[in-house]
């Protein structure tokens, strides 16, 4: 991959772990093409950028003041890989979570994510939520 095509989908990447800081999902769903598709931890795919945003949602509604930091973003065998950090305090519970995750995107001809397979550990973050010990 070239230089400046890295540059490019970094600048990617920064704009579209802000779009899950601004807390308007529908912002999120804008980096998918319209027949995209978002799938967490192999669950059913979100395809289309309605079934994306309402996945995105999800994620907002139960972590109101949710924040997503990038930690890297590297290209493997074809793939990017976006590694991210996730923090927030569950509505519900009060308590506060962190806990890392990644993404692997296949970009489309247009420049947006065709295919995004998520995966962070839902045990961990369980955990969290509860206010179990590790």
Not at 6 to 31: E, G, H, I, P
Not at 42 to 50: I, L
Not at 77 to 88: A, M, N, R, S, V
Request: hydrophobic share 35%; net charge negative; with cysteine.
């Amino acid at each position: 991959m070239t230089k400046d095509r890295m540059t490019q989908l970094r600048d990617f990447a920064t704009r579209y772990t802000a779009a899950w800081c601004s807390q308007d999902a529908a912002n999120v769903s804008k980096f998918f093409a319209p027949s995209g598709s978002l799938m967490i931890n192999g669950g059913t795919p979100s395809v289309g950028r309605s079934a994306i945003t309402q996945a995105a949602q999800g994620f907002m509604t139960a972590f109101p003041d949710l924040n997503i930091f990038m930690d890297d973003l590297v290209e493997k065998q074809g793939k990017i890989l976006y590694h991210w950090t996730f923090e927030g305090t569950h509505g519900e519970t009060g308590r506060r979570v962190r806990f890392s995750g990644f993404e692997s995107w296949r970009i489309g001809e247009d420049g947006l994510i065709a295919e995004s397979f998520g995966n962070f550990d839902t045990a961990d973050l369980e955990r969290q939520i509860k206010g179990a010990s590790s």
